[in-house]
């Protein structure tokens, strides 16, 4: 472990008479590491990311680093960390690059007072390490849903957090799109972010994230290396699929979905997921 791991310790949350995770305790997460939480519809990864990213209550301990992030202002929290959402808000009246520049100004981070040349320059670069940077002067309210997406994770980049909370942030990406972001991911982890995706691509996962944690009726079913994480074994209890595993690069598991296990639990069980 090192002073900046992420440390998730006897973590409860969920909503008002809906407990979704109960008594949750991860590995260390390192900083410099990208991870990616998966598991089935209603597992409680967005709960977490959201407990994690404090718009949720909770009880436990979460620290990064030293800081106990549960006793952190909203303000200092977004000082370290940015979260983004499976959707954007609908109704903004802002082009792509007014909207990168607000969420810079509104995060506080260390430069309340970016002069405006340097604030519209980092939300540049953001659009730029996207490759979206043609979007600029689009309006917000006029993009498809991909890239929306984008948009919203250049809003999370240009922050420069120690911590990137990304809810399934490929989930409307063409196959392009999907590898440019995960690169950028992985190019963020190698600069010393510690960066935190929710994926429903296992093979997304497996390519390109240094640590997988799977998730089951809001707790953890695996976790570790993505080879260590996602074998037939695991995917067939969480998801109730038949899967080959084979070998790909840098010893990484390809995994091939042969079908549906007839033997799982119930399709139904959907609505009661989470413990
Ligand atoms: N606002 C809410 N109020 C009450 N229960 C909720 C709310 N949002 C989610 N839940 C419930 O919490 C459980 C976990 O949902 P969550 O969104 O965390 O799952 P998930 O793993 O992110 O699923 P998915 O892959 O479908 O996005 C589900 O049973 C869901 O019905």
């Known amino acids: 472990m090192t002073g900046t791991d992420l440390l998730i310790k006897g973590l409860s949350t969920g909503y008002p008479r809906r407990p979704v995770i109960r008594d949750l305790t991860l590995p260390p997460l390192p900083t410099g590491k990208l991870i990616a939480f998966v598991g089935p519809n209603a597992a409680g ?3 977490l990311l959201m407990a994690l990213a404090g718009l949720l209550p909770s009880t436990g301990t979460i620290t990064l680093g030293d800081h106990e ?4 202002s909203a303000r200092d929290r977004a000082k370290v960390m940015a979260f983004t959402p499976q959707t954007l808000p609908q109704g903004v009246a802002l082009t792509v690059i007014e909207s990168v520049i607000v969420a810079l100004r509104a995060s506080a981070t260390a430069e309340p007072h970016l002069p405006g040349g340097s ?16 979007l600029g002067l689009e309006s917000l309210d006029q993009l498809s849903g991909g890239q929306r997406q984008l948009v919203s994770l250049a809003q999370a980049l240009v922050r420069d957090p120690k911590l990137l909370l990304l809810d399934e942030p490929t989930s409307a990406l063409d196959l392009h799109h999907q590898i440019v972001v995960m690169d950028t991911l992985r190019r963020l982890a190698g600069e010393g972010h510690l960066v935190i995706v929710v994926l429903h691509d296992l093979n997304l996962a497996a390519r390109w994230a240094d640590y997988v944690v799977v998730f089951d009726h809001g707790g953890c079913a695996a976790a570790g290396t993505p080879a260590e994480a996602l074998t037939a074994a695991t995917i067939a209890e969480v998801y109730g699929v038949v899967a080959r595993i084979e070998p790909g690069e840098q ?12 033997s799982h639990r119930d399709a ?4 009661n997921r989470s413990v």
């Open 45 to 47: 990864k967005s709960t």
């Open 119 to 134: 604030a519209a320059h980092r939300a540049a670069v953001a659009l730029d390490r996207l490759g979206i940077s043609d």
């Open 268 to 271: 139904a069980g959907l609505r």
């Open 69 to 72: 992030l549960s006793a952190l």
């Open 251 to 262: 010893g990484r598991p390809h995994i091939i979905i042969e079908g549906v296990s007839p």
